[in-house]
């Protein structure tokens, strides 16, 4: 029934297993404090999930439950995140001038934005470990997903809230019943005070960028190939902030071919903006650090994450696919926001980074098949609109 096998560090690849992680308040590497990474048992996977009605059934989040850490399908908490559309249009096409633009409009989710995919898994396995409360720190979109499970779940929940946080989106929290902790600082400190808190109350449960998060998302790139008729765009173009996203995306596409439902593997483009963009730089310098940006400014707040937890993996997820890295400026990033609402897809400015990639690196984009994330609701945050 579950197939995790275990985690492995990012960093040092230090083997952790699952027992080991699940009872920590932090799961990172005991070793060095990094991210970890899944691993499954792929050849049990491929024995159970090999059949004809896995291929037909409708793309959703929890289609790919065997692919995701949770031991008791009974017990999940779910509210119909996942199987949003993945949009096709001439326009967006004619304008790249590559192949097929298609777009994965991930603002179709519960909350407005792929953070649920993250949050059904967390609550879930809140839930299985009885706690009673959650506790995270977001730049806004996560703390309402998580806000919005917790309260479905039963459970209470704390947000630590960096000062740059638009005001839509702390309503957003606060209508769901989240106790807000507004922090004088940006997103890695409201990090910290996060992690002290679920260190010194263990009936919490931490959420946010931590290995569970980043195996829920992943399934966005698995529904990515299945809506394709399990074929496989040539590239895929997705926001970095923390990298929990690029990293979950290139976890699908490494986890399908793994178990043979695809064949081949995309080139993943990362995309910051020019006020953060630690992973870009890395990436240009062949560097294997991420250099922290302190307190970065940007229309994009949801992607201002200047110490990103994932950004070895998204380093990696360029890297490993012959993808790139591409930094935009605020002012592109708007013009590719309201370019994408005048063609009928409104997403807030941090959604619309991943198009404003794709605009920047056209060229190399002819005849390919490219999808680019369009991440969260344009209702969140309405940057410059009249
Ligand atoms: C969280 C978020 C991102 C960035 O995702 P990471 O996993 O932090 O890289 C991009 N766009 C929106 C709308 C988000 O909510």
Same mark, same amino acid.
């Given at each position: 029934m579950v197939y995790v096998t275990g985690f492995r560090c990012f960093k040092c690849g230090t083997h952790h297993l699952p027992q080991e992680i699940e009872n920590k308040p932090i799961p990172r590497c005991s070793v060095c404090n990094s991210g970890l990474d899944a691993e499954y048992d792929y050849g049990s996977i491929r024995k159970s999930l090999l059949r004809d009605p896995f291929m037909r059934e409708s793309p959703t989040h929890w289609k790919y439950w065997a692919f995701l850490p949770v031991r008791d399908l009974s017990h999940i908490i779910t509210m119909g995140e996942g199987g949003t559309p993945l949009l096709e249009s001439n326009s967006l096409t004619r304008d790249i001038g590559c192949g097929r633009m298609l777009v994965k409009y991930e603002a179709m989710n519960p909350t407005g934005s792929f953070k649920d995919r993250g949050s059904s898994l967390e609550i879930t396995k809140a839930m299985e470990y009885g706690k009673k409360r959650v506790v995270l720190a977001s730049t806004g979109n996560m703390g309402a997903s998580v806000a919005a499970y917790a309260a479905f779940a039963g459970l209470d929940c704390i947000v630590f809230v960096p000062n740059i946080v638009g005001s839509a989106k702390i309503k957003q929290i606060k209508a769901y019943g989240a106790d807000i902790r507004f922090v004088n600082g940006d997103y890695s400190h409201a990090m910290k005070e996060a992690e002290n808190y679920v260190i010194s109350h263990l009936d919490s449960f931490l959420t946010g960028d931590y290995p569970w998060r980043g195996e829920g998302t992943k399934t966005v790139g698995m529904e990515i190939a299945d809506q394709l008729y399990?074929?496989? @765009?040539?590239? =895929?173009?997705?926001?970095?902030?923390? #990298?929990?996203? $690029?990293? %979950?995306?290139?976890?699908?596409?490494?986890?399908?071919?793994?178990?043979?439902?695809?064949?081949?593997?995309?080139?993943?483009?990362?995309?910051?903006?020019?006020?953060?963009?630690?992973?870009?730089?890395?990436?240009?310098?062949?560097?294997?650090?991420?250099?922290?940006?302190?307190? @970065?400014?940007? =229309?994009?707040?949801?992607?201002?994450? #200047?110490?990103? $937890?994932? %950004?070895?993996?998204?380093?990696?997820?360029?890297?490993?696919?012959?993808?790139?890295?591409?930094?935009?400026?605020?002012?592109?990033?708007?013009?590719?926001?309201?370019?994408?609402?005048?063609?009928?897809i409104f997403v807030e400015p941090s959604g619309a980074v991943a198009y404003a990639g794709a605009r920047r690196v056209k060229d190399g984009l002819d005849d390919k098949t490219v999808v680019c994330m369009a991440t969260g609701h344009g209702l969140k945050d309405m940057y410059g609109i009249e």
């Open positions: 399990w074929t496989v @765009p040539d590239v =895929v173009i997705a926001p970095v902030g923390n #990298g929990t996203l $690029i990293w %979950g995306i290139f976890e699908a596409f490494r986890d399908m071919y793994a178990v043979g439902v695809i064949e081949r593997k995309p080139a993943i483009f990362g995309v910051q903006v020019d006020a953060c963009r630690p992973v870009v730089d890395a990436w240009e310098k062949g560097a294997s650090e991420i250099i922290a940006v302190e307190d @970065p400014q940007t =229309v994009a707040t949801a992607i201002a994450c #200047g110490d990103p $937890i994932d %950004g070895l993996g998204a380093l990696r997820a360029v890297r490993e696919t012959g993808g790139q890295g591409v930094s935009v400026s605020d002012g592109e990033v708007i013009q590719a926001r309201d370019f994408l609402a005048e063609n009928g």
